[in-house]
């Protein structure tokens, strides 16, 4: 991809460039890059990314553009190694109520970046007998599970079943199916939960679950269970007891893993016997799963010209939507769109007119289907002319899966 070098004052001074690279084994994945002029290609090294899909991370480095007489510019480099590829589901869970409720329901399996993701499955039951079937549209993503239940000669009573994913690389991915026949004593809400996490990020807030239950002086007994103990519930994995109606806190503890789906479950039973478990899936992404990139920053003489506009990508799929919304002093942060569809481009635009010499700060806080990725905007106005590059950093992406892809300098 080129990057585009322009002096604020419309000369066009000779340009060095120097790499700082990634540490260990990604030090050459971004190699010395020629200047041509103002404008630098930068690629990166297939041999190396190969060696890093045994590895899954996020490598940075940072290009340093110098000329005489200017500061020095800094332009980061982020690469997103996955390692493998992930399925997400939607829903995360289902329930079956008999003979109220319909005995047909369907998931859509979707894989990361868009990317078809062949799988394999498998349903079963824990009780009730063979009461649970699935079939697939496809056998690689995306596709839609037609999930069915026969409930003939079940007794009534709360049972558990699942669906296990199992993709061509990466964790296989469990989806529970509860069936219910008959009243139950013991209801949840929400049904399921999700969580998303960007490795470096911010832990994200808690939720709440509710339980609840027809029968007076009731109680429950509760407990999240997760590989690796990353789903707790008020605080702990072990199991947690009451009376009901309880608000239960649900929070996650990302630390330590790496990109990928984590599911996990909440199972809750009362005492007269009626059970709900709660689907619970953790996202972690190497770079944000609501918009990229997390900052931005704009660098213009006072006086001059404003700087190129950079673009912001916000993700999404299916029927999301998103609202993107402005905070700072004054007008000079503005972007092109405030919400619509995602996934969407936005231009986000930073002007200097009127502003004396100094570093202003903002922020778009990007709302994706309640996900949220507060983008911070830097504005540095100098005094004396300046170097500016476009586009201001470069996030590459990979998941393992087929051959690393060939890096394209013609661009």
């Known amino acids: 991809m080129n990057v585009t070098v322009t002096a604020s004052d419309g000369t066009s001074p000779a340009l ?46 940072s290009l340093t553009v110098t000329a005489a007489g200017f500061a020095p510019l800094t332009i980061p480099l982020t690469f997103n190694v996955g390692g493998t590829l992930s399925i997400f589901p939607s829903p995360t869970s289902l329930a079956f109520n008999v003979p109220s409720g319909p005995t047909v329901q369907t998931i859509e399996l979707l894989g990361s970046s868009g ?21 697939a549209s496809a056998s690689y993503t995306p596709a839609t599970l037609t999930v069915t239940i026969n409930p003939l000669n079940v007794p009534g009573g709360t049972y558990q079943g699942s669906i296990t994913i199992t993709p061509s690389s990466g964790a296989t991915l469990p989806i529970p199916v509860t069936l219910q026949v008959g009243a139950n004593t013991l209801a ?78 909440i199972t809750a039973t009362d005492a007269d016997g009626g059970t709900q478990t709660v689907a619970v899936t953790l996202v972690v992404s190497g770079i944000s799963n609501v918009a990229n990139p997390a900052s931005l920053v704009f660098v213009a003489q006072a006086g001059e010209p404003a700087p190129a506009a950079q673009t912001v990508v916000v993700n999404g799929f299916a029927n999301a939507t998103y609202t993107a919304t402005i905070t700072a002093t004054g007008t000079w942060l503005s972007v092109s769109s405030t919400g619509g569809t995602a996934p969407a481009q936005l231009t986000v635009i930073a002007s200097p007119v009127g502003l004396p010499a100094g570093t202003y700060s903002g922020s778009v806080l990007i709302n994706l289907d309640t996900h949220i990725q507060d983008i911070q905007v830097t504005l540095i106005v100098s005094a004396s002319p300046v170097l500016t590059a476009y586009p201001g950093g470069l996030i590459f992406a990979y998941f393992g899966g087929s051959a690393p892809p060939t890096p394209d300098l013609s661009r």
């Open 16 to 61: 060095k460039v120097t790499v700082t690279p990634a540490a260990g084994i990604a030090a050459t994945l971004f190699p010395q890059p020629p200047v041509i002029g103002d404008v630098i290609p930068v690629g990166f090294d297939s041999n190396t990314l190969t060696q890093l899909l045994s590895s899954p991370g996020i490598y940075t480095a």
């Open 115 to 135: 990317a078809a993701v062949s799988f394999s499955l498998v349903s079963g039951t824990s009780g009730g007998g063979n009461w649970l079937s699935t079939t």
């Open 188 to 265: 949840a809400s929400p049904a399921s939960l999700a969580f998303a996490y960007t490795v470096g990020g911010t832990t994200p807030p808690l939720q709440v679950l509710q339980l609840s239950g027809p029968l007076s002086n009731d109680t429950y007994v509760a407990q999240a269970t997760s590989t690796g103990n990353w789903l707790l519930v008020n605080g702990v994995t072990t199991k947690i007891s009451g009376p009901l109606p309880a608000s239960l806190n649900v929070t996650v503890n990302p630390a330590g893993l790496l990109p990928g789906t984590y599911p996990g479950t």
